[in-house]
């Protein structure tokens, strides 16, 4: 089963709007990891954010993490049509090397 | 330089065949992992190494068998393809920690299509 649950499946706007997409996990966390996906490609590592940080940023990147709701947001600002792309969360098990990933939201940035 | 890759990308054959795929890292870490994503993008983990010692090993059948030369390759053999086994495969490594401590970095897939 999914630790993960990603929430919209799918988004669809335009350049310069932003974008955001959630994440629902089930049990407790060490971190959760955002990774991106570019269509053909391999997924590629965006933020990490520990279990006691509530808001992180990376450039056009917000990340949100409420650990009492076991929930994390992605928030784009500024998008761009290159951040069309899959957008995953992922957490890591207890014992450490077992990254489990969401079901990914489909993020199309329309030019 | 590539940090993680894998060979081949594209792989194409016949239900009933064997094949393999190749992975190699060149980031100096202890542990690797074979993902497979299917059609409906959804990734999943099959196996872990660290140092070259199976410690993930999830339900897959024993059609797939990894191998670890060394702790900067990872391979995975498929005997018996079946039409269900079509899908995209990845390696990933991480440093010694795993994912409790930092990011996996990912090869770019192999898309296997049985027919």
């Known amino acids: 089963s999914q630790q993960g649950e990603e929430d919209p499946q799918a988004l669809s706007i335009q350049e310069g709007e932003n974008a955001t997409m959630n994440c629902s996990y089930k049990?407790?966390?060490?971190?959760l990891q955002w990774y991106r996906q570019n269509s053909g490609r391999g997924l590629v590592h965006l933020i990490l954010i520990r279990s006691n940080e509530r808001e992180k940023h990376s450039g056009r990147l917000r990340v949100t993490l409420d650990t009492s709701k076991k929930s994390s947001s992605l928030l784009i600002t500024a998008s761009r049509a290159a951040d069309t792309a899959s957008y995953f969360c992922?957490?890591?098990?207890?014992?450490?090397?077992?990254?489990?990933f969401g079901g990914g939201t489909r993020v199309l940035v329309k030019p | 330089d590539t940090a993680v890759s894998q060979t081949p990308k594209y792989l194409v054959t016949q239900m009933g065949n064997d094949k393999s795929i190749k992975c190699e890292q060149n980031l100096g870490h202890d542990t690797m992992y074979w993902y497979k994503q299917d059609s409906k993008k959804f990734l999943k983990i099959m196996f872990s190494?660290?140092?070259?010692?199976?410690?993930i090993n999830e339900t897959v059948p024993n059609r797939f068998s990894p191998k670890s030369p060394d702790k900067a390759h990872l391979n995975l053999h498929i005997n018996s393809l079946e039409l269900g086994d079509s899908a995209v495969y990845f390696c990933?490594?991480?440093?010694?920690?795993?994912?409790?401590?930092?990011?996996?970095?990912f090869g770019e897939g192999s898309r296997l299509t049985v027919l």
């Open positions: 990933a490594s991480s440093g010694p920690s795993g994912a409790l401590a930092g990011e996996l970095f």
């Open positions: 049990t407790s966390i060490n971190n």
């Open positions: 992922a957490t890591p098990e207890a014992a450490g090397n077992k990254l489990t």
């Open positions: 190494y660290n140092n070259k010692e199976l410690i």
